[in-house]
């Protein structure tokens, strides 16, 4: 599967962005998804991911209640609302699939199998 993530740009603090990770030569409803950051200096850091099948979401802890992860498979695509931005949110923004890795994997970068190219998010206070 080939993803494209999308959606990034500037943003004020307290506002709101919709990243979108967009797949082709498969789909993504067969595919667990998870989203990752990595901001300057730092290491990469995941964020969220939905599970296929049972479609369970996780969430870090940093951005639990203000990020939520969802799909649409009529799309081929997964989102990623995220609201009351900070600008600790600011970073490069990657989205990743796997066809096998079940929840309590898939904050782990190296099992993911496809990724995308990232998007730029840059949050202004």
């Known amino acids: 599967v080939q993803l494209q993530a999308s959606g990034g740009g500037l943003a004020l603090a307290g506002g709101s962005l919709r990243l979108s990770c967009a797949a082709s030569?498969?789909?993504?409803?067969?595919?667990?998804i998870g989203w990752f950051r990595q901001a300057p200096g730092k290491e990469r850091e995941w964020i969220s991911c939905?599970?296929?099948?049972?479609?369970?979401?996780y969430y870090a802890d940093d951005v639990k209640g203000r990020i939520t992860i969802s799909r649409d498979n009529a799309k081929n695509t997964v989102f990623l609302q995220m609201n009351d931005l900070k600008a600790e949110d600011t970073a490069v923004y990657y989205c990743?699939?796997?066809?096998?890795?079940?929840?309590?994997?898939?904050?782990?970068?190296?099992?993911?199998?496809?990724w995308g190219q990232g998007t730029l998010v840059t949050v202004s206070s």
């Open positions: 990743a699939a796997d066809a096998y890795l079940n929840g309590p994997l898939c904050p782990l970068w190296d099992h993911y199998d496809s």
């Open positions: 939905i599970v296929s099948d049972v479609e369970r979401t």
């Open positions: 030569g498969s789909s993504l409803k067969f595919y667990t």
